[in-house]
């Protein structure tokens, strides 16, 4: 049974425009983060895909994935109401992201995929996670492309 949406059409179009696609609260908070163990970045590099997150020194892009938006295996909930279009368009984003991914690594860069519930439950454990995995490959091409 379809439910109808709480919103009209418009109201729905207006909640949406607002959507960040750069610039998250997730994104802001692991900057803060990164900032404060001393990792130096850059924001929406001209690498493939975007990232919203570039660690130059490290050849590693790093994308915040939204739980919604890239189908977070924990939290992504689909849609009641036009699950064509929906189940359509996470199909597409988890394509192209896959794409991205290859791209990246094809000029030698790296990327990891951070998903907004992990950056929203504990920030640090994230930053600590990417400074071992550079650690343990200093001096080696990072080989894994998801934390």
């Known amino acids: 049974m379809l439910m109808a949406d709480i919103w009209s059409l418009k109201k ?25 163990a001393g990792i130096r970045y850059s924001t929406y590099g001209t690498l493939p895909g975007t990232p919203d997150i570039v660690i130059k020194d490290w050849k590693l892009a790093v994308f915040v994935h939204g739980c ?4 977070c295996s924990r939290h992504y909930r689909s849609p009641h109401t036009n699950v064509e279009y929906w189940s359509t368009k996470l199909r597409k984003n988890r394509a192209r992201d896959k794409a991205i991914a290859e791209r990246i ?31 343990m490959e200093s001096g080696c091409a990072l080989s894994r492309d998801i934390l």
């Open 105 to 135: 690594r094809s000029i030698g860069w790296h990327q990891a995929v951070i998903w907004e519930c992990q950056v929203k439950r504990n920030p640090r454990q994230v930053v600590e996670r990417l400074l071992k995995r550079r650690e």
């Open 12 to 36: 729905r179009s207006e909640v949406m425009a607002k959507i960040r696609k750069t610039d998250s609260s997730p994104e802001r908070t692991l900057r803060t983060y990164l900032r404060h």
């Open 68 to 71: 919604f938006w890239h189908g």
